[in-house]
C-alpha cells in the first residue's frame, strides 16, 4: 500500500480538469466576473476516451452507515470527490469543496460524495480535525478501477462528474488553486444540460 501511495502522490501537481457541456448553460453558485474567468474543469488524458461512457456500477457505505449504489443515484448529477489523507492537495481543497457544498449543496438534481482511499480507522481520526460537509466514504482500489480509471495507478486528487444518465460528464485529476470556482463552472453546465433520452439503463 505504501508503495502504491508513493507512485499515486508522484502525479499530485498534475492538473486536467474538464467541461465539454453546452456553453450555453448557465453556471450555478458563480458571479459573472467569475464564469467569464472561467472555463470550468479542463479534460483529463487519461479519461478522454471514456468521456460521455457509462461508469461502472459501484456500491459502498458512508462512514454514517447509509448505503450508496451510483446505479441508484440516476436521474441525479453525482460529483465524486476521490482523495485520501496523506495527500496534501486533497486536505488543501477540502475547505473549498466545503464552501462549494454549502452553496450548492441543496440543489435537488446534485449528490457531492468524497471517496477515500484510506483505512476507515485513519479517515475517522483525520476527519475529527478537517471535516467534510458532505458523505464520506472509504473506498478500495478494485472500485476506484470501476469509476471509469484507466491504467494501475490513480492520481490524487480525482474529481468526477457523472450526468442524469449515469456516464462519465467530466474529470480531472491534480490538485488546484481554483477548484471550488472551476467545479462551480462545470457543475452548472452539467447541471443546466437537458437530460437525453431515456436509454433504458
Known amino acids: 500500500m505504501a508503495s502504491t501511495r508513493l ?13 465539454q457541456t453546452p456553453a450555453a448553460s448557465s453556471p450555478i453558485g458563480t458571479s459573472a466576473a467569475t464564469v467569464q474567468a472561467s ?3 479542463r479534460p483529463a488524458e487519461a479519461f478522454k476516451a471514456r468521456i460521455g ?3 461502472g456500477e459501484v456500491q459502498f457505505t458512508d462512514l454514517d452507515g447509509k448505503a450508496w449504489s451510483l446505479a441508484a443515484l440516476r436521474g441525479k448529477v453525482v460529483y465524486l470527490n476521490v482523495w485520501f489523507t ?3 492537495p486533497c486536505v488543501k481543497e477540502i475547505p473549498d469543496l466545503n464552501a462549494l457544498h454549502a452553496r450548492l449543496g441543496s440543489h435537488p438534481d446534485l449528490v457531492m460524495l468524497a471517496l477515500a482511499y484510506d483505512d476507515e480507522s485513519k479517515v475517522r481520526a483525520f476527519l475529527k480535525t478537517r471535516p467534510f460537509q458532505f ?8 472500485a476506484l478501477k470501476q469509476l471509469a480509471m484507466s491504467g494501475s495507478s490513480v492520481a490524487f486528487p480525482t474529481h ?3 450526468d442524469r444518465q449515469g456516464n462519465l460528464a467530466v474529470a480531472s ?13 462545470s457543475l452548472g453546465q452539467v447541471l443546466g444540460a437537458p437530460a ?3 436509454t433504458g439503463r
Do not use: H, K, M
Open 53 to 55: 461512457q457509462p461508469v
Open 196 to 198: 437525453s433520452p431515456s
Open 160 to 162: 468526477l462528474i457523472l
Open 7 to 19: 507512485l499515486l502522490a508522484a502525479g499530485l501537481s498534475t492538473l486536467a480538469l474538464l467541461g
Open 39 to 41: 472555463q470550468g474543469l
Open 86 to 88: 496523506g495527500c496534501p
Open 173 to 185: 485529476t491534480g490538485g488546484s488553486e481554483q477548484v471550488s470556482r472551476d467545479l462551480a463552472y
Open 135 to 142: 458523505p464520506v466514504a472509504c473506498i478500495p482500489f478494485a
